[in-house]
């Protein structure tokens, strides 16, 4: 799915928590952008900038993640404001 998300945009970043199948990905097929590849473990949402996203991606990873709500604020905070939603907050 990267290479499909990542095609469109200028720059692309793929945060996994084992990030070694996207590497492997990566020699087989040409991602149509720059895309940054990074562990969570070593490189925690916290350390990207506020505001910085315009989309996030989160596929079949949410049903993994102990803290939803703080997940969820995460990325929130990420997002940049006009591509926020009007939705009340959970």
Do not use: C
Not at 32 to 44: A, G, N, Q
Not at 68 to 88: A, D, E, V, Y
Request: cysteine-free; glycine content about 4%; aromatic content about 8%.
């Amino acid at each position: 799915m990267l290479p499909f998300l990542g095609g469109p945009a200028a720059h692309a970043v793929a945060l996994d928590v084992d990030p070694a199948p996207i590497v492997r990905m990566k020699k087989y097929i040409t991602f149509p952008s720059p895309v940054e590849i990074h562990d969570t473990d070593l490189f925690p949402l916290d350390q990207l900038p506020a505001a910085s996203f315009d989309f996030i991606a989160a596929l079949d990873a949410l049903e993994h993640v102990a803290d939803l709500p703080g997940m969820l604020t995460s990325l929130l905070r990420l997002l940049k404001h006009r591509f926020r939603s009007n939705r009340k907050r959970l």
